[in-house]
């Protein structure tokens, strides 16, 4: 029995249908591969950033580097020996000699810390032609170290913001951006709690990283951890370093004093009665920063919603509503839209005149790339090598090491552990509640590797104190994949600044661990022949004097300027009484 005739046409529509069919099969599965590894190599995507960096734009970042110091102390001269060796011009230190420690008396009677305000006082006197888009770094003068140099901080600054604003614009919209201008341009440090009550402005309304969703396994933005927070992926804002250009930064920070103000000693209408309605009033910036930061993320999910309507029609195939940015997590919980959560909560108000009022450019380091901040994320991280091959970091045996004392002053055994290896030793501790270590054997990052070697700055030096160590064969020739850094074990990251902002005792135990210490003697002995350059708005300060500009420039080039434009010598911020501790086994 014959089939039936089948009209020509119906097959060529099934097969429409069909061929139809998987490639809509071949998009679906192309979306879930991206939205499945997303943020899952954003070491990997950053190095991308960095690479594309050109040199031009690397060489005309002019860099200057603020501390909030008012005395001098051995944590100060830490993180003062790391700039030096590492190259990075004279730190100006604020509020250096003012009475009153770090916190100070506003005209109010409120008790604030003195980086806003005298931050703010700082930048307000600067206005050099061209000045106002030079890039300023702040770093707490206490409790922040350096370990990689200001040619690696430049890329990642200038990569992160690339990285950051094209996820903006996936997010917002290429409409909104333009509309309300926004950008990023302002870096600050992220942490894994919000430093106000969590139904403020400041903490709710933020963004979700990038950053993997099972950083931490199951565990990942849960309670479930070392502490309610422990498991949290870095959303908040922390202001243990700050980097952006200064006209950014001024507007920043004339806002947070209009906060500071204009906000009352108690927010009777937003505090969920606990009494602390914020901890602004008990001297923390990070709280001001963070309301900052806050306001704008909520604002600029109102532009959203305003000029992108519904969501592109991936977002809407795949049910994403036009009333939400896509799922938040919030301290265990989930939100679906950060505009009105479930939970009681503060509200902004409505019909803004001025769509840009409190667009500022602030982003988060959630990668950890430009520095670290230790709270609830000490086993997050640990001192490696990561170059674990024998003949890489021995080199051929040199001839001339002819006694077994010659051969003992070079590094061995140490450096040939992996990293899984020299994490155990470091936290013998860690357990399931910590992340799964993703930093691996001999995948430094492309923009270290790049940078110039860390002992080159004094090979002749240390090729002596080596013991007539050929040059070839002498730390000097070592690589950064041969010296211990302070990596982020969960994301296999290596800061540029590490922020003791948690158990600050680390900083007394781990001090002989920087990568400098063997010889960071010598090495500021190398730093100390060099000439201090002022800050380009420098004269200003000085006066029009030219003699006393030009005897101020004569200085060493280790130490700082004052906030009102005097050299202070190294000796003075660091007296011969710390150099035990400061050079603990150093040459």
Known sequence: MLAPKVPIRNVVRSARYVRTAGIIFLFLCLVALLTTSFGQNAVTDLQQAADAVSREVL????????????????????????????????????????????????????????KIVKLREYLEQIAPPGGDDDIVLVADGYDSWFQLRSDVLIKRYHAINAAAN?????????????????SQRVIFGAAKACSNQ????????????????DLYGGNTDTVIGRNKHYSS?????????MMGPVKDLRQI??????????????????????????????????????RVFGEQEYQREVLRRKYSGATSW??????QRADSAGRVTYEGTTVKDILNPPFTHERMPDNIPDERLYEFGIGLDYGGDIGTNTLNSERDYSYIIHSTSHSDIMGEAPKELEHQQERDRRPRREEAKGVKQQVQEYWPERSEFDCAIRAQNDSLPRDISRSIKPYAAA???????????????????????????????CLGSVP??????????????????????????????????????????MRGFLGDDENNYLREERGTGVGAWSDKGFWVQWDDICPLDYEDSLFKGSS
């Open 253 to 290: 920070l004339q806002r947070c004093q209009h906060k500071i103000n204009n906000l009352p000693d108690f927010d009777r209408d937003n505090d969920n009665g606990s009494g602390t309605s914020d901890f602004l009033y008990h001297g923390d910036d990070s709280s001001v920063f963070a």
């Open 496 to 537: 540029v600044i590490i922020h003791h902002n948690g158990d600050r005792d680390l900083r007394d135990r781990d001090w002989d661990k920087i990568w400098w210490q063997r010889y960071g003697s010598s090495l500021l002995d190398v730093a100390k022949s060099t000439k201090a350059k002022p800050q380009k708005w």
């Open 59 to 114: 060489n005309s970042t002019r860099l200057h580097v603020l501390l909030p110091a008012t005395h001098r102390d051995l944590n100060l001269c830490r993180n003062m020996l790391g700039l030096s060796i590492l190259g990075y011009p004279a730190p100006t230190l604020l509020a250096w000699g003012e009475d009153g420690g770090h916190d100070f008396q506003l005209d109010q009677g409120t008790h604030i810390i003195s």
């Open 459 to 489: 090979p002749q030096i240390i090729v002596t104190m080596d013991g007539g160590v050929s040059p070839q064969d002498a730390p000097s020739n070592m690589t950064w994949s041969q010296v211990k850094l302070y990596t982020n074990l």
């Open 314 to 319: 991936p977002g809407r195939m795949f049910g």
């Open 198 to 213: 969590p139904h403020t402005l400041a903490c709710y309304p933020v963004p979700e990283p990038y950053t993997p969703r």
């Open 166 to 182: 094209a996820r903006i614009k996936r997010r917002l919209g290429k409409r909104t951006m333009q509309k309300a201008e926004i």
């Open 233 to 241: 992926r870095p959303k908040y804002l922390a202001s243990g370093y």
